[in-house]
């Protein structure tokens, strides 16, 4: 049996428009991380230091 003839511009016309799509995909997975990673920095309260920090400072720095 013999196959059908392949026109081979549809191929290639399909094959760009999947490989659009491919690049939108990882551009918005990009720019997704980077918005979310903004926000994380934007809103995130590190643990503070509960230790105390005793210093002495002399007298002779401050001016009588």
């Known amino acids: 049996m013999e196959s059908p003839p392949v026109n081979r511009q ?3 016309r399909d ?5 659009g ?3 939108l995909g990882l551009v918005l997975v990009f ?4 918005v979310g990673g ?7 309260q590190p643990a503070v230091p ?3 920090v005793v ?3 002399p ?4 001016p009588k």
């Open 31 to 34: 720019v997704l991380v980077v």
């Open 55 to 57: 210093k002495v400072l």
């Open 38 to 44: 903004a926000f994380f920095l934007a809103f995130w």
């Open 10 to 12: 549809e191929v290639r």
């Open 15 to 19: 094959s760009g428009r999947d490989m």
């Open 59 to 62: 007298n002779a720095r401050f």
């Open 50 to 52: 509960s230790t105390p």
């Open 21 to 23: 799509k491919v690049i």
